[in-house]
């Protein structure tokens, strides 16, 4: 249940489920056909994932860069 809770606090998670929700309201109304919905949905999901991965791995070199600065550079 925290990771829909972390999902909903965050813009990024907010975005994609709007995206989601539109996606699946253009395809209940046969505006788009079901294979259009899932290959939406595969690159909603697809660029969430990436950005939230990008975003792990910058925290990650930011933090190892802080604690090298911290303890006097590397030797």
Known sequence: MSAILDLL???RGI???ALIIAATVLAGLRIVT????????QWIFTAYASAK????????????????NANGGAK
């Open 9 to 11: 606090k965050s813009e």
């Open 15 to 17: 975005t994609m489920l």
């Open 34 to 41: 079901a294979d259009q919905w899932v290959t939406y949905t």
């Open 53 to 68: 991965t990008i975003t792990g791995v910058a925290q990650i070199i930011t933090s190892a860069s802080a604690n090298a």
